[in-house]
């Protein structure tokens, strides 16, 4: 059931609202930067997420193919979510569902993770171990 929570960076600097079926879909994927900051998301389209502060707060990180803007806090150092475009175009944000605020733990025990093999650019498959991510 979609939901909506609210959700922020570290010290509260950047905060923003997002409509998300967790028990639906969260992801978590190999590629370098996921593996380093331990990301796990949740892809929704771009109505269902609002910023509602901090805007002036965020820098922005992207790497390789730079089709995915990383918002990171100045502040803080966290890193709330992503946005980019999907394969058709649709604009996406990702949502690191561990930046939501006052979720029920109970709910991200249930929430189902697919993993991605983006390390090898393969986003059909799992890799071959989840276990480490």
């Given amino acids: 059931m979609k939901k909506t929570y609210t959700g922020s960076c570290h010290c509260g ?3 923003f609202e997002a409509d998300i079926d967790l028990a639906a879909s969260t992801c978590k994927c190999n590629c370098s930067i996921c593996f ?3 990301a796990w998301m ?3 389209p771009a109505d269902a997420f609002r910023l509602l502060s ?3 707060d965020l820098r922005e990180y992207q790497f390789a193919r730079k089709s995915i ?3 990171f806090c100045a502040q803080c150092g966290v890193r709330p979510f992503a946005h980019g475009n ?3 175009g649709n604009r996406f944000y990702a949502v690191r569902v561990n930046c939501l605020d006052g979720v029920d733990p109970q709910e991200l025990i249930d ?3 697919s993993y991605f093999n983006m390390l090898h650019d393969d ?3 799992p890799p071959a171990e989840t276990r480490h991510l």
Avoid: E, Y
Wanted: glycine fraction near 12%; charged fraction near 25%.
């Fill in 86 to 88: 999907d394969g058709k």
């Fill in 123 to 125: 986003f059909k498959s």
């Fill in 13 to 15: 600097a950047a905060r």
């Fill in 111 to 113: 929430a189902p993770v």
């Fill in 69 to 71: 803007h990383h918002m």
């Fill in 36 to 38: 380093k900051t331990r």
């Fill in 42 to 44: 949740a892809f929704i």
């Fill in 54 to 56: 901090g805007g002036q």
